[in-house]
């Protein structure tokens, strides 16, 4: 028999830790607002041009109609 994974434990708050007056921890909803609203990676690699195709500069693209 497999033996089964541990279930991970949620750790009480530390009572050292205080917080602000008029501060609240940011929610996951924010969070996942901000990561939303963030620009979308660049490649990590530098990108070919498609020049093939219907997109060939050299292609007279007349014969396709």
């Known amino acids: 028999m497999a033996k089964r994974k541990t279930l991970p434990q949620i750790t009480l708050p530390d009572p ?5 007056a008029s501060v609240a921890p940011v ?3 924010e ?6 609203n963030q620009p979308m990676m660049q490649p990590r ?3 070919r041009p498609l020049d093939i ?5 050299m ?5 396709m109609f």
């Open 16 to 20: 050292d830790q205080i917080m602000m």
């Open 27 to 29: 929610s996951m909803g």
């Open 53 to 57: 195709g219907f997109w060939n500069p």
């Open 31 to 36: 969070r996942l607002g901000w990561l939303a």
């Open 59 to 63: 292609r007279d693209q007349i014969e």
């Open 45 to 47: 690699r530098a990108q």
